[in-house]
């Protein structure tokens, strides 16, 4: 099936895709893009945040402690 994406960015989901899902208005939703470039269209479950991505998941996380010369040494290549 086709449908045809309007201004503000909406598109119809097909009933049969709803139904599968059990979508009903308010539910929310999941867009995912595969290593193929296919969208991934799914229900939101209870751990979902609500725009956010697996890459928001990790920012902040590292653990890596940069002394700031250290850090300039490897910048600039410095011996």
Do not use: C
């Amino acid at each position: 099936m086709t449908t045809t994406l309007t201004s503000k960015g909406q598109a119809t989901i097909p009933k049969h895709i709803r139904d599968t899902l059990g979508l009903k208005p308010g539910s929310k939703l999941t867009f995912d893009v595969n290593k193929e470039g296919d969208i991934v269209l799914r229900k939101a479950g209870p751990t979902d945040k609500p725009g956010r991505d697996r890459f928001d998941e990790v920012i902040g996380t590292a653990d890596i402690k940069w002394d700031v010369d250290e850090l300039m040494t490897l910048l600039r290549g410095d011996d």
